[in-house]
């Protein structure tokens, strides 16, 4: 089998449904996070970001949600499409305590079936 | 949005050689400039973070003297990967901000292999 470390979590899902995609941050200090969609052989690319006071942020197709209290973050895709198949990254950083670089959690590949 | 490119996209050298890889920042002045690297699989790793005119700040682990990292512009950081070995093959990423940024753009990534 794979070794630890080498080994995404994928989510299939088809073309149409809702995704939605889980993280859980280890930094209770962390105030500031992102989506990231990586595609193969690509720079990551921003989708969506949220503060720590809010819970709850809405984009173009999609959401992302944070509960500080399980320090657990997800981002939902509405209506999935064959293009948002990829590698999911959430990022956190302390953005208020001047520390910008992020912290990036593990990543879960998407793949949507047509 | 900003526009961070990266040169080369892609680069295989052999073993024991240098290589430097150039981080620039397009359409902005980047105060801050941070490289990660990611191996096949996992997640982007922060390697350093540098501040134009000053030296770098390198994460734990990460060799200052093998990884030279340079910002001596608000628009250019180049990452010198010294005397590479095949375990240095990786994806190297950049990613540029200023100080009132709300987020880092990132460069498209370098893909490093040394035979």
């Known amino acids: 089998g794979e070794s630890v470390g080498l080994h995404l979590p994928t989510l299939s899902v088809q073309e149409g449904d809702n995704s939605i995609i889980n993280c859980a941050y280890s930094n209770s200090a962390s105030d500031y996070f992102i989506w990231y969609k990586q595609e193969s052989g690509k720079g990551p690319q921003f989708i969506i970001d949220i503060r720590s006071n809010m819970d709850k942020r809405q984009g173009q197709r999609v959401t992302v949600l944070l509960n500080k209290t399980v320090k657990h973050l997800s981002l939902q895709i509405a209506a999935t499409q064959p293009g948002d198949s990829a590698v999911y990254f959430c990022a956190e950083n302390m953005r208020d305590t001047g520390r910008r670089a992020l912290t990036f959690g593990s990543g879960t590949r998407l793949q949507v079936q047509p | 949005g900003a526009v961070v490119s990266q040169h080369p996209s892609w680069v295989i050298c052999k073993s024991g050689t240098s290589v430097k890889i150039e981080c620039r920042s397009l359409?902005?002045?980047?105060?801050?400039m941070f490289w990660y690297r990611q191996f096949p699989k996992q997640s982007l790793m922060l390697m350093a973070t540098s501040n134009e005119g000053s030296k770098a700040t390198y994460e734990q682990g990460v060799e200052k003297d093998k990884f030279l990292i340079n910002h001596a512009s608000l628009t250019l950081s180049t990452l010198t990967v010294t005397s590479a070995h095949p375990e240095d093959s990786s994806f190297y990423i950049c990613?540029?901000?200023?100080?009132?940024?709300?987020?880092?753009?990132f460069g498209q990534g370098t893909r490093l292999t040394v035979v």
């Open positions: 359409d902005f002045q980047a105060t801050t």
């Open positions: 990613s540029a901000s200023w100080d009132r940024a709300t987020e880092a753009f």
